[in-house]
């Protein structure tokens, strides 16, 4: 059975949604900063450097792969 939601509630409950997904953007901002300095300090074509990124910052190979991909992304549109 579903509750009824008070406004000032969904206006809570919005926020607080606001504010999550505010802080996961700057940590994946600041995240992409720390693997751009990385990727200059290891080389973008050494061997296994996704792998020692990640375990660098404490987070997958596959965010590793996404984060790459946004910052070649970001390069090219500047480019």
Same mark, same amino acid.
């Given at each position: 059975? #579903?509750?009824t939601l008070s406004f000032d509630q969904l206006c @809570? #409950? *919005? %926020?607080g949604r606001r504010r999550y997904n505010l802080q996961r953007?700057?940590? *994946?901002m600041e995240r992409r900063k720390e693997v751009a /300095?990385?990727?200059? #300090?290891? %080389?973008? @074509? /050494?061997?296994?450097v996704q792998? @020692?990124?990640a375990r660098a910052l404490g987070v997958s190979e596959s965010t590793?792969? #996404?984060?790459i991909q946004h910052i070649r992304a970001m390069a090219s549109i500047e480019a």
């Open positions: 059975m #579903r509750s @809570r #409950r *919005a %926020g953007q700057m940590n *994946a /300095a990385l990727l200059k #300090r290891y %080389g973008p @074509r /050494a061997s296994g792998v @020692r990124i590793i792969s #996404r984060d």
